[in-house]
């Protein structure tokens, strides 16, 4: 059996019961729960906090939402997202939009926080080791069986410093209770759906 792995790794990993291991293959075993899910899992079949990923074209298909981002751009590049849990609802996810037009994005945040004072519908950040804008006004829900892989470089998946993690989800959070007041600072129509994704977690 392999030793030295919480029993959640273990769990998601569906890890097979090894004997004789040796030492750097352990070493690779006892990475983080996201890793090691993703070298035994194959495509990160479990959602993982922290990790940017790609959905289906189903998810597109199933809300016909002609706010949504395009899942692909010209037949040859899919977007991707980056991902993390409701506060409330188990199963429901938010996907929170990610680009590489950062000048872009920078002067439209310039321009809210001239305007408001603060901007939460955008975060700057990076991701692996280049510039990316978060967006958060293109923010939607869904449910994990629409994520289809995790997105990789060079074969390994990537991750966000923990820092930014929090900056995304503490901006997303705000922008959710600014729509749920009345103020819609978000694109999409989040509340059908989120009514869509409900109906399949039920």
């Given amino acids: ?3 030295n792995i919480s029993n959640s790794v273990r769990k998601y990993s569906r890890l097979p019961m090894v004997r004789n291991i040796s030492n750097s293959a352990r070493k690779c075993l006892t990475l983080s729960y996201g890793r090691v899910n993703y070298l035994f899992g194959g495509c990160m079949g479990v959602h993982t906090v922290g990790y940017s990923y790609h959905i289906k074209d189903s998810y597109f298909s ?4 002609s706010t949504l981002m395009e899942n692909k751009e010209n037949g040859r590049y899919r977007p991707h997202f980056f991902c993390f849990n409701d506060d409330c609802i188990p199963g429901l996810l938010w996907a929170v939009p ?8 920078q002067a439209i945040q310039k321009k809210k926080i001239e305007k408001h004072g603060s901007c939460c519908t955008i975060v700057l950040g990076d991701f ?3 510039p990316n804008a978060f967006l958060i006004q293109n923010m939607f829900p869904l449910v994990e069986h629409y994520i289809d892989h995790v997105h990789t470089i060079k074969s390994l998946p990537v991750s966000l410093h923990p820092r930014l993690i929090r900056e995304i989800q503490d901006n997303a959070k705000h922008a959710l209770k600014l729509n749920n007041r009345g103020i819609n600072v978000i694109f999409t129509d989040i509340a059908r759906l989120k009514a869509l994704m ?3 977690l039920t």
């Fill in 62 to 65: 199933t809300v016909s939402d």
């Fill in 128 to 130: 692996g080791g280049e």
């Fill in 1 to 3: 059996m392999v030793r």
């Fill in 198 to 200: 409900l109906q399949e």
């Fill in 98 to 105: 990610q680009s590489t037009k950062v000048e872009k994005y």
